[in-house]
């Protein structure tokens, strides 16, 4: 496993145990996240720098209950790991509740901070109106 795939597992650790501060702290300060996502996901959008960042872990705190992360394959290049995975959500504030697959791909720097990163999820399977 090299340094991509390392940082984008910390990630994801942080993620499942509600450590927003550090997911922001293996981000660079010019850090560029996007979530493309339709059909009103109300975190959808790129984000620039750290406390935009913050900003959309809080739009998706504020739309959905994470009730099960799976992240179920890394594929590494030399700069950058994608994953593959599942996630079971609870919508808010009506709780329908729904599995969704998606991708993520977490893009380096020379410093060994993620510069980059994009997401993208079944929203038509999770968002459905």
Known sequence: MGKATEMLR???AGFMTGNIPAIVELLGDDVEWT???????PYGGTYRGKQEVLGFFKKLSEAAQIVE???????????HCACVGRTKGRALPDGAVEDTDWIHIAVMNDAGKISRWYGTEDTAARWKK
């Not at 979530?35 to 996901?41: D, L, N, Q, R, T």
Request: net charge negative; proline share 10%; charged share 25%.
């Open 10 to 12: 910390a990630a994801y």
């Open 35 to 41: 979530y493309m996502a339709k059909h009103g996901v």
């Open 69 to 79: 992360f799976e992240p179920k394959e890394f594929f590494e290049g030399p700069s």
